[in-house]
């Protein structure tokens, strides 16, 4: 079946860039996402990238895109102590579909 | 506007004990999703519901799960007899009908399930 992974642990310093990977298996993947988590909440979408595109920027966030090696990276720049939460990776092969998400990466950022 | 509610959100039965989980979309989704993560694992599909069909149920772990969307709004999400391994938070989402955004799927906070 399709599989997603993600690395489960990330610490860095606030004011540095963080960068979250994933790599899923499907090839047929058409909407891959990035999903936020702070403690005793739900899901939140941080953003989305169409799988015919290389890279997409929203404010301190760059999605890079690299369909051939099926690897996807959230980049945050300027880290701050409210990014600490648990990132998901999801993808999902049809507008509206199920998500495939992985296991997460918590993200710590100390100050 | 009121984001996707679920009730309880926090449940402790024991083995062989019934569960009912309560979620409530976002007034006008016409998409309910069910998920679960299960100690930390990733997060599982379970089933898709549009309207009050079921469109996707191929990620219900067995038939003690039950699912129900009467009317199209809320759906409840019962477990019968609960066993141990269905421990985990199950998360609830919605979406708008295709062509309206239905790509951005909204979740709630989850209700955490706790067999013992």
């Known amino acids: 079946g399709e599989d997603v992974e993600q690395s489960l642990f990330l610490s860095v310093r606030e004011g540095d860039s963080s960068v979250i990977n994933c790599t899923y298996t499907d090839s047929s993947s058409t909407y891959l996402y990035w999903y936020k988590q702070e403690p005793g909440a739900g899901l939140q979408l941080l953003t989305y990238?169409?799988?015919?595109?290389d890279m997409k920027q929203d404010q301190r966030l760059t999605v890079l895109l690299n369909k051939k090696d099926k690897h996807l990276s959230l980049r945050i720049a300027d880290t701050q102590t409210g990014d600490s939460a648990i990132y998901f990776c999801?993808?999902?092969?049809?507008?509206?579909?199920?998500?495939?998400f992985g296991a997460g990466t918590i993200l710590r950022v100390k100050s | 506007e009121a984001g996707v509610t679920q009730f309880p959100s926090h449940s402790v039965i024991e083995k062989g004990q019934t569960v009912t989980l309560r979620c409530d979309p976002i007034?006008?989704?016409?998409?309910l999703y069910w998920y679960r993560r299960v100690m930390g694992k990733e997060i599982k599909f379970l089933l898709h519901?549009?309207?009050?069909?079921?469109?996707?149920e191929s990620g219900m772990p067995n038939n003690r799960f039950l699912a129900e969307r009467t009317g199209g709004t809320y759906s409840t999400l019962k477990v019968q007899p609960a066993e141990l391994e269905d421990s985990g938070v199950y998360f609830c989402?919605?979406?708008?009908?295709?062509?309206?955004?239905?790509?951005?799927?909204?979740f709630g906070p989850g209700t955490r399930l706790t067999v013992t």
């Open positions: 989402a919605s979406s708008q009908t295709l062509g309206g955004g239905a790509y951005e799927q909204y």
């Open positions: 007034s006008g989704h016409d998409n």
């Open positions: 999801a993808d999902a092969m049809e507008y509206g579909n199920k998500l495939v």
């Open positions: 990238i169409f799988s015919n595109m």
């Open positions: 519901f549009v309207k009050e069909s079921k469109q996707d």
